[in-house]
Each structure stands twice: as C-alpha cells, then as structure tokens.
C-alpha cells in the first residue's frame, strides 16, 4: 500500500538479499557510483552521494558547533522510552488546542512546537540541539512517510508512516540503530515502494516524495550545509528512483505495465496540481538529460501518447490540458529538440493522416470548425437570428484566438530551439503544404485533404511567425530570396500554374539550381504565401461553395414539403417522406452551422489584419521582381515593365498574385474597417502596373481580377465616399500617370479572353472599369489625358471608342429587347383563369427575362454614361471619319425606341426593378447629342441615317423633355436647334444622293450592301470597302471571312475596281443631268 496513504497491515515480501545486491548493482550501474555490498558496514553508502553527505552521517567535526535550529526547525522533546535516534513526535503534540496561528500543516517536517495552549515564554523552555543523525532520520521518514521504529506510526504531522520491517531487521542483525540514514536509503525507498500496492502507479508515490523534498529545500532559512546534503541527496535518490519506476518497474518487483509506466497522466494534470509534474522536475529532467540517456525518450513517449489520444478529440472534449501539456515542453528546449528527432513528429502519411498520426498535427486540429463542433455552436442554425448567429460566432473566436495563441507559442518554442528542431519544424510545414494541392481543385474529395480547420490553423500560425519582420518600411523585404526556387525549396511548385510561363519553360529555369541555403525569413514568406492559398484561401471557396450547396439543399426541401399532401391519406408514404424530410433538414443544418462557423473564423479581424499585412508585402516584392528595382510605395515605378521579363518572375506560382486579390477582395466586401490602416499606395501601383504591363500575366481572369480589385477600393466606406482606394487613384502622381490608360488598355484587351465565356465576361470587366473611371473622373488631369490619347495616340483611342459604342449597341439593343417580352408575359399572367401548370410555365419565363433585363440595363447605364462623360470632354474625339457612322447610326436607332411608337412595348410594372428608368436614360441620350451637335460630320451622319433617322422622332423627344420637364430651357433650345440643323442636312443629302440601287453586284460591299467608295482587296482576296473593313478590324483584328488575323496594313487597294465605280457613278450622274434638263425644257 502506498507509504503516502496507509502504512500496510501485512508487509509484501520484499526481494531477498542476493536479489537486493544484483538490484543494487543495476541501479548502481544508471546512477553512475560503485555497486557495493549491504552487509558491510553502517557506514558504507549503497548509492553514490556528494561530498557533503559524508559530513552528513557523522558528528559534527570538534570546535565546531552545530547550528541551533530555527523556530521552524526546532525538534519535539524525545518521548519517554524511545531511543535517542527517534525524534518523531506523538500525534497529539502536532497542533495545540486552540492555536490555529500555530497550525502544524504550515510547518515544515523538521520540528513541531509544544502541546501547550500558551506556549512558555522562550527562556523557560531550552531546546536540546539536534544532532544530524536524529534530523537525517526525521527528514527522510517525513518526506518518504516510511519508518523503522515499530512504535512510531505518524510523523510529526499527523501523516501516518509505513514501517520497513525487511530494513528493520537487517539492521538489528547488524547491530545498527534503527534510523533512517543516508547510507540505506535506496533500501528504504526500493522497500517502501515494492510495498505500494500493484494497483497504484509506482510514480505516485515517489512524485510525492519529490515534491515534498523539494518544498523542504526550498523552506530552509540558515540551515547548516550538512542539513542540505542530506536533502540533495535525498533529492538526487528520489528523482532517480522516479525515472526507474518508470523505466525499469521490475527494479521494485513489478512486471511492466503501459498504464503506470508513464508521465502521460501526471503531464495531462496542471504544474500546480499536487498530483502533476511539476516544474522542478522538470528542470532536474533537464539537468539529468547528457547523463542518463532514458529521460528524453521517456518525455518524448509520454508527448507522442498525449498526442495520440488529443487525435481522437474535437473542440467539445477537454482538449485544453493535452494543449498544457506541450505549452510546459515550451519551457525547455531540450525537450522540443528530442521531440522533433521523433519519427512520429513528421512521417509519410497522407494529407488527412497528418493531422491524425504526426505529433503536432492533432494540436492544430483542434478548431470550433470541426464538424461535430459546428453543430454545437449554432444548435437549429435555420431559426437563428442574425444576433444569434453574431453572438455565437464572436464566442467561437475567442475560443479560436485563446486556442491560436498556444499554437503560436509552441511553435516560436520550437523554432527557437536549434537549428537543426527548426529544420524539422519548417519540413513539417512544408509537408503540410505539399500534400494539399488538392485542396485547390474544382472538385474537393475531403478524403484527399486536410481539414478546413487544420489548415486555417496553419496559416494563422505561419501570419504570426512572419510578424516579426514585417515592419511599415519593408526595410527587411531584400532579405526574401526571388531564387527560392532554384535552391532545393521545401514548397513544391512544380505541377502549379505559373504566372507567365509554360511547365517546359519553367522547368527548364527551375533545373538550373543554385548554391547556397535559403535563410529563415524567406523560408516562411514563400511557406505562409502557400498556406494563404492551399489554406485561407481554399476555405474561402468553400464558404462560396457552401451557399450554393445550402440553396440546393433549400429547393429540396421546398419540393419534398410541396409533395406532403399528395400522401395524406398514405401512412406508409408519408412516414417515407418525413423520413426524407428528417434526412435533409439534418444535410441542411449541417451545412448552414459549418457555413456559419467558418464565415466566423474568417471575419475575425486580428486574423484579418495579420493576413492583410503580410499580402502587402507579397505585393511590395512582387513588383520588385517584375520592375527589377527597390521600388517601395514612397519611391517612383516607371511604367511600361521591361520588355524583357525576368524568367523569376514569369516562373512563380500564379497564386502569388492571385492570394493577394483575393484577400483583399474578401476583406473589402466583409470587413472594409480593418483595412484602411492595412492598405497604402503598393495597392494601386500593383493594379495599374500589371493592367498597364498585362503581357507578364498569363491567365486573363487573374488580370481581371485587378481590376475588381480596384472596383471593389472605390467603394463607400465609412466616411471615405470614394471608398478606401478611391483618394489614391484620384490624387496620386502614379495613378495620375498611369491609371487612366491601364484601365483603357484592358478595356480593349479583355474583347477577346480567349475563354468561352468571354463575350459575356467583358461586360462585367468594363463595367468595372467605368466604375473606377467615374470615381477619377473629378481630376481634370483624367480629362486632360483623354484628350491626348485621342491626338497622340490615334489608333488606340478608336479601339476603345468603336469598342464602347459596340458594347452600347449590344446593351441597349439586347436590354431594352427584353421589355416586350416582359410587358407580354406580366399581362398574361394577369388573366384569372390562366391554369396552374400554364402559370408556373409563364412565371419561369417571367423570371428569367427579368434576370436578363436587369443585368443588361446596368450596362446599359453605365456606358450610356460613361459615353456622355467622354463626349462631354471629347467632341471632336467621337466625330473621326472611322466612328460618327456609326455613332449617329446607335443613337438614332435608341432614340426610336425610347419615343417612337415602340416605346410603348417598354411599359412595365416596377421598371426601377430592373435599373430601368426611361426619365434618365433619354435625357442622357440628348446630353449625347448635344455634345456632338456642334460637328458638322456628326451632323451629316446623322442626317445620312436612312435607317432610323425620322424627323417625327426628334420631334417626339422634344415633346416629352417639355411635358415631362427633363431638361432646362436653354437645353430644349439647343435641341430645336440641332434638330432643324439636321432636318436642313437632309434636304441637302437627298438632293445630292443619287439613286444607285441597280448598282452591279461588284460594286457593292459584301458585307454592309453599300456601294463601295474605296474597295481594298483583302488577303484572303475577298473585296470590301476600306470603311467597313477599318470599322471590323476595330473590334476583331481577323479576316472577316477566313478569321485568320490581319491587320489595316494588310489590304491592297482596288485601283481598277474603284475606277470602275467611279466611271459607273459619273455615267449615272450624267444621265440624272439629262432627265433633269429635260424636265426643265418641258416645263418651259
């Protein structure tokens, strides 16, 4: 039974001699001393001891006097009829009635004071000095709770002692005193502790000891040197005799068992928990450690069990003292140094396994996004409310946060332990990284990946171990090393998508490798930019996913419960259906509660804003790279880009780029409030530099992704109107140099994506880019750049004018269109008596022809604005010969049926539903107009529109600004008068046109129907006029008719042709001459 307890009513047998001498010799052989006999003699020590412990076991030396104990160290008189050598006290001598200042559990084991209720005063109550024999007896039988005098069974604290019968008697055979000596104190513990009942762990017992001698030690006051060698090597016996419990159990005559040969549960028990280890043994672990060579892998066993059994734990389990645990390894780096030599700190395993089966993997585990942990933060996520779902979401960040910070302390604890422990910490990051790639793909099996909440845990961590030289200068951005790459990197690109590189291109740069080990700092960045993407990131989707999902989950439902009538009167059906309605619900909640828990985890701003930083500096050092300079966001970039791009920055995985736009895409839609502390200049010039130099970018969606990067800055945060990057764009030197012809040249760029999708996608990308213009558009040096651009640099600024007019054709055309359609299906549906099935047909129809009407008359408003915005600035622009056809050709035809008799299919119910607001629209188109009525080449255009040009029309206009007060008088003015100008040009048009309508077949264009003025042989040999061929090449640089690409220089002019033409016209015009002379002489 455990000396700690009860002392045993029958004592076990304890070993015989010979066994007790070959034990010896073992013990001997860890402890590092000689293996002597036990029957030589009193004298002879079983164990070695210090220096000072000799002096210990005999008297003190003559002209020396022992020191006189303190009050807490003064011994009890001697008891009647007890040998000299026993200083125990009787129980009732332990505590006074009445004197609770003088409670015996504050003292020490050393002394207590008399049984008195009034103790005498001091002077009458001289104290026998104690001799070291006596004290050496005292000490040990409190601290090991063992005896050898039959008639002693408590100590001086009333904890009752287990008496040592086999070392009792061994003594009285030799004739020895029955007390306890340093000499055959090994006898007494391996005796005491063989006597520990085989149901309690060894351990128990001698971590008890240890404890209670280390508080002795730490209680002296004064004591005499020889006290304290018999503590020390109390102390030093005690702890050895821990670690054999513990390692070599059959020492103390027990076979081995896992369940008590192990620090696991006393690890798993707080420092200052009487039962759990504490740090003095810890650190006399430590002190052991070079010379017994069983310490370490017994710590690093009892840390591969606890992490072990934290595996098999969620958020919801006691996870917390598994986590304490490895927090006390933190203390001492030699411990995490043997931890990490571990084959289980980083072994083969797959990306799921390596949360399960490596020994940090569990610990980063822990997550309130684990599944069965979700559910319980948001109980019945389909009824709670948004202050429900707030308040739950804020507790499940502080739990993350509290949780996180321990990580971030292990981990800076693991990193500061060695080199060589880093090393192991860094390969284990990077195998972390390298076996999710998965985690990117369009279809995620989660039994491929690790988890969300394992891989948010790794990116939170790595943000935190890149704090450190993340400083507002970038004053340490030179130490990231662009060559990575090519000196034997722990991240693996190779099967990535490169920035603007082909696999053989980069594979061919990536084998030339180079010399030299990367340093600690470029180590994590290029480590923390893949845990962004194959982590944050990737949770990020998947929150993208989850509401697609969880509106799936909903039409489901909706279907299931609209069939519940239909099997009213069917019991079995109907429990089939609940039992289908039971199974969804529980599908739904579960992907509403993880949906919910990771838009929790995501929003936490600390996270946020680490994650912000560190993007700022991926952004700073990738235009290094490409401009090949020290740009920082105080120094000047110079743009374009080099033509020759750096084959390290081409090479780079594409989620480089593409980590950072994310990001703060999702910051500036979710939480815009941390970000205006977060964001400077690099973010702008990042935008405009790859826009302006969009040849170093590949893949065409990441380039337009800059630019919603730049629209979703202009937008209205807090007191900023012009959003957190709208100030930048407007005033800055580099946006005012830039900006305005970046966005222009994507402008045309993104026609042709080479995507399936992409004549779609390029309304999306140009509505964005209006969006940041009309934020700019305030600085006159906007305007002032517009106007040359249209001078300097011709050729581009009608690309993007026939570009813009193309786009409004098409909007106006197809969203406009679809208010017939509208009109039609809102009337029927009106009919009482239209059957359900026709309804629910008409309503589908309804739904989706609104959809379209409304996506289209955004564009519609954006370019018609965006249109007068130019025009406004830009008359003379819009007036060249290549566009004003074409021009006056658009606005006619809107102008029709915006108030010619088709405007009364444009009638709807709630049009401001579909951004549809015809007061707005048509004023806009007479700004239009107005701004180009001054050109006499716009106004024959217009007149020369014999398709929609009608006087009636103009007229219609005028009448509805009036009636509905659209426009100010002296704008109505304006418009008369432009409309009489134009009326004047007509008459003067159809006098001098001629009919030509039985021109020959090969006068005309194939393509417009016209008579050509200026044929041109194209190189596929097809002849068109110069006219429409410059007007097609303006949006599609190809042959119209082979699509192989050419260009205006291509064509050959027709000569013969056009002579041809010109003779037939001149012949057509002699012949109009005659009949009109004729005519004239008739009339006369």
């Known amino acids: 039974m455990d000396p700690n307890e009860q002392p045993p009513l029958a004592t076990p047998d304890a070993p015989d001699k010979e066994t007790m001498e070959q034990i010896r010799r073992r013990r001997m052989e860890k402890l590092g001393g000689p293996a002597t006999s036990a029957s030589t003699a009193t004298s002879t020590s079983t164990s070695p001891k210090p220096e000072a412990s000799a002096a210990s076991t005999s008297n003190p030396p003559s002209g020396t006097t022992t020191p006189k104990p303190s009050q807490q160290e003064r011994p009890p008189p001697p008891a009647n009829n007890r040998p000299k050598i026993n200083i125990s006290a009787a129980p009732q001598q332990i505590k006074p009635a009445g004197s609770s200042s003088n409670d015996s559990r504050k003292r020490p084991a050393t002394g207590i004071d008399s049984a008195s209720a009034t103790p005498p005063p001091r002077k009458q109550t001289p104290l026998k000095e104690e001799s070291i024999q006596d004290y050496t007896d005292r000490i040990l039988s409190t601290i090991f709770r063992v005896t050898l005098d039959p008639s002693r069974t408590t100590d001086a604290y009333g904890h009752k002692l287990a008496r040592l019968p086999n070392l009792s008697e061994e003594l009285s055979e030799e004739g020895a005193p029955l007390n306890l000596s340093l000499d055959r104190l090994e006898e007494a513990i391996v005796e005491a502790a063989t006597a520990t009942s ?116 969620t958020m919801n389990d006691d996870y917390k003292p598994y986590v304490n645990a490895l927090l006390a390894y933190t203390r001492f780096p030699a411990l995490l140094t043997a931890l990490a030599q571990h084959p289980c700190f980083q072994m083969a395993q797959s990306a799921p396994g390596i949360e399960k089966n490596t020994i940090l993997g569990p610990f980063f585990r822990i997550s309130p996004l684990q599944p069965e942990v979700t559910t319980v933060y948001f109980t019945g996520p389909r009824t709670m409310d948004k202050g429900h779902i707030q308040t739950s979401q804020n507790a499940l960040q502080m739990t993350l946060g509290a949780h996180q910070n321990d990580l971030k302390t292990i981990i800076n604890a693991f990193i500061r332990a060695g080199p060589q422990t880093r090393n192991r910490v860094l390969d284990w990051f990077a195998y972390v990284m390298n076996v999710n790639h998965k985690r990117r793909a369009l279809q995620v099996d989660p039994k491929e990946v690790s988890s969300d909440a394992f891989m948010m845990n790794v990116t939170v961590i790595l943000d935190c171990l890149c704090e450190p030289f993340m400083d507002s200068t970038f004053s340490k951005l030179d130490r990231i090393d ?45 480590l923390t930019l893949a845990a962004h993407h194959y982590g944050s990131e990737a949770t990020n989707a998947k929150m993208k996913t989850l509401d697609k999902d969880i509106k799936y989950y909903e039409k489901n439902l909706a279907l299931i419960e609209a069939e519940r009538p239909k099997f009213a009167n069917n019991p079995a059906q109907l429990q089939l259906l609940e039992t289908t309605l039971k199974r969804h619900v529980t599908v739904l909640e579960k992907a509403m509660s993880l949906r919910y828990a990771i838009e929790g985890v995501l929003l936490e701003q600390k996270m946020q804003s680490r994650s912000l930083q560190f993007m700022r500096y991926v952004t700073v050092w990738l235009l290094r790279v490409a401009s090949q300079s020290e740009y920082t966001p105080d120094k000047d970039l110079r743009l374009p880009l080099p033509d020759k791009q750096p084959d390290a920055f081409s090479c780079l995985p594409e989620y480089a780029l593409q980590d950072i736009v994310d990001n703060f895409k999702f910051v500036f839609r979710y939480i815009p409030q941390i970000i205006l502390s977060a964001v400077g200049d690099e973010m702008v010039a990042l935008c405009v530099t790859f826009l302006e130099s969009s040849e170093y970018i590949k893949n065409p969606y990441l380039k337009s992704s800059l630019v919603s990067l730049l629209f979703h800055g202009t937008w209205p945060t807090y007191h900023l109107k012009k959003g957190v990057l709208g100030d930048i764009m407007t005033n800055t030197k580099f946006a005012n140099d830039y900006l305005l012809h970046a966005v222009m040249k994507f402008y045309i760029e993104c026609e042709s994506t080479g995507a399936s999708s992409q004549f779609y996608d390029k309304f999306n990308i140009r509505y964005e880019i209006f969006q940041v213009i009309k934020c700019v558009w305030v600085n006159d040096v906007y305007k002032k750049q517009l106007t040359d651009q249209s001078e300097s640099n011709r050729d581009f600024f009608v690309r993007f004018v026939n570009l813009l007019m193309n786009d409004a054709t098409y909007v106006l055309d197809e969203g406009l269109g679809k208010f017939p359609k509208i009109h039609e299906l809102q009337t029927s549906l009106l009919n009482p008596n239209l059957p359900q099935q026709e309804r629910e047909k008409l309503d589908e129809e309804l739904r989706t022809a609104e959809g379209q009407a409304t996506s289209f008359m955004q564009l519609v408003n954006e370019t018609v604005g965006m249109m007068k915005l130019f025009t406004t600035t830009l008359s003379g622009s819009f007036t060249m010969p290549e566009i004003v056809q074409r021009l006056a050709g658009m606005l006619d035809y809107n102008l029709d049926i915006l108030t010619g008799p088709k405007s009364r299919t444009l009638k709807v119910a709630n049009p401001e539903k579909y951004h549809f607001s015809p007061k707005t629209l048509l004023p806009e188109i007479i700004d239009i107009y107005l701004n180009l009525g001054s050109s006499p080449a716009f106004v024959e255009a217009v007149a020369a529109d014999g398709r929609s040009y009608k006087p009636e029309t103009m007229a219609s206009a005028a009448y509805i600004l ?16 432009l409309c009489k100008k134009i009326e004047e040009a007509k008459l003067l048009f159809d006098q001098a046109e001629l009919d030509y309508d039985d021109a020959p077949p090969e006068f005309e264009d194939p393509i417009m129907g016209d008579l050509m003025k200026d044929p041109v042989i194209l190189p596929s040999k097809h002849v068109v006029d110069r006219s429409t061929i410059n007007q097609h090449l303006l949006s599609d640089p190809k042959d119209p008719f082979t699509r192989q690409p050419m260009t205006i220089d291509d064509v050959v002019p027709d000569d013969d042709l056009r002579e041809r033409i010109m003779k037939w016209k001149e012949e057509r015009r002699a012949e109009a001459r005659g009949k009109l002379a004729e005519a004239m002489d008739t009339s006369e």
């Open 962 to 977: 009036r009636s509905k007060n659209l426009k100010d008088p002296t704008q109505l003015a304006a418009w008369d008068a």
């Open 198 to 313: 085989p149901d309690r762990p060894l351990f128990d017992y001698l971590l008890a000891c240890w404890k209670r001698v280390t508080r002795t030690i730490k209680s002296l006051r004064g004591a005499s040197p020889q006290k304290e060698s018999v503590l020390k090597e109390a102390k030093r016996l005690c702890f050895s005799n821990c670690i054999f419990a513990l390692t070599m159990p059959e020492l103390f005559s027990r076979e081995p068992n896992l369940q008590h040969d192990t620090l696991v549960p006393y690890l798993l028990r707080d420092v200052d928990n009487e039962a759990g280890l504490c740090m003095d043994f810890f650190t006399e672990a430590l002190a052991r450690l070079d010379d017994d060579d069983s310490i370490a892998p017994l710590f690093t066993k009892a840390m591969v069990d606890i992490s072990n059994k934290l595996a098999t734990m």
């Open 482 to 526: 662009v060559n990575y790459f090519r000196r034997n990197p722990r991240v693996d690109i190779k099967e990535e998508t490169k920035l603007n590189a082909d696999q053989s291109s980069s594979d061919a740069f990536y084998a030339n490798k180079l010399e030299g080990e990367s340093n600690f700092i470029t180590e994590i960045f290029f």
